[in-house]
């Protein structure tokens, strides 16, 4: 079972920025893919960002397109998500997952296929 932890959290003014950073215990799987969630307070987990790892074709949610960026490292170990022009509604528990195996494009941004989690960690975005 690959485990996942998440650093980089915090707090900042609207307009700044933050970069989440993801590191796995072991090799990510080849067909899977790492993506991005989060949960606001009183809100459900929701859809980020996410990466096909064989591809490295990267998937969004509309809130975030060309504000957020989603990149691994070389040792494909790491998985980082690059997080400017901050918002106060972008406050949330960020969380890390992992697929073993995605075999559509689309479905990377599904919740269901991811197989394992980090802890999560809070971000803070303040007007």
């Known amino acids: 079972q690959v485990r996942l932890e998440e650093s980089g959290g915090g707090s900042v003014q609207a307009g700044g920025s933050l970069s989440l950073s993801c590191a796995a215990s072991g090799p990510i799987s080849g067909t899977g893919a790492m993506g991005w969630f989060r949960q606001a307070p009183g809100k459900e987990r929701e859809f980020v960002a996410a990466l096909w790892w064989s591809t490295e074709m990267t998937l969004y949610t509309d809130s975030v397109k060309g504000r957020f960026a989603i990149f691994r490292d070389r040792t494909k170990t790491r998985v980082y998500l690059q997080m400017n022009s901050l918002k106060p509604e972008d406050t949330a528990v960020y969380y890390c997952?992992?697929?073993?195996?995605?075999?559509?494009?689309?479905?990377?941004?599904?919740?269901?296929?991811?197989?394992?989690w980090g802890q999560g960690t809070q971000v803070t975005v303040s007007s």
């Open positions: 997952a992992g697929a073993h195996g995605v075999s559509r494009y689309r479905d990377i941004g599904a919740m269901g296929k991811y197989d394992y």
